[in-house]
């Protein structure tokens, strides 16, 4: 009887958690929250180049969040090149076109890493323009501690 049951209790575990494991460690998918996030296999080429594009963005996307905050806060949020999420990217036009589009996901932060935002921000990146910020979206604020409300200017929408 106890052969049976342990059986059994080992064929559900197989059953509902073997699938679980494959799509997390095949896929590099992550539950935060609702929202499942892909993360870049570690020594990898992909990581590599990722790294290497947040890099290279970096200048520009610090500048859009320094020009979105300044009329809030009387200090810019810094962008931690290993925090910001890639939520979609496409090739415009055909295979073997340069226009791409880009949708980051960016969590600004002021002193040690308090966050004071979630902002998404559309990048199109071609030869012609080279890098344009097509659209930035302050999606979310997130309250500072009572030690860091003097930074605060104006109320964030």
């Given amino acids: 009887m106890r052969k049976s049951l342990f059986a059994l209790f080992l064929v559900l575990l197989i059953t509902f ?4 494991n494959i799509k997390a460690s095949s896929y590099n998918y992550v539950k935060f929250g609702l929202k499942e ?3 870049t296999p570690e020594n990898s080429k992909e990581k590599l180049y990722r790294d290497m594009l947040m890099t290279l963005l970096l200048p520009i996307l610090q500048n859009t969040v320094d020009n979105y905050y300044k ?4 200090v810019s949020p810094m ?3 290993y925090d910001i999420s890639v939520l979609r990217m496409d090739r415009l036009g055909e295979n073997g076109t340069f226009d ?3 949708k980051l996901e ?12 979630l902002d998404y921000i559309t990048i199109k ?6 890098v344009k ?3 930035f979206e302050h999606i979310k604020n997130y309250e500072l501690p009572s030690y860091y409300q003097n930074i605060i200017k104006k109320k964030l929408p």
């Fill in 133 to 135: 910020i097509e659209k």
């Fill in 37 to 39: 996030h892909y993360i």
């Fill in 125 to 130: 990146i071609n030869p012609v323009d080279k």
């Fill in 71 to 74: 009329e809030y806060l009387s």
């Fill in 79 to 81: 962008v931690a090149p």
């Fill in 106 to 117: 960016l969590h600004p932060y002021v002193g040690p890493h308090l966050d004071v935002g």
């Fill in 17 to 20: 958690n073997i699938p679980l």
């Fill in 100 to 102: 791409f589009r880009l």
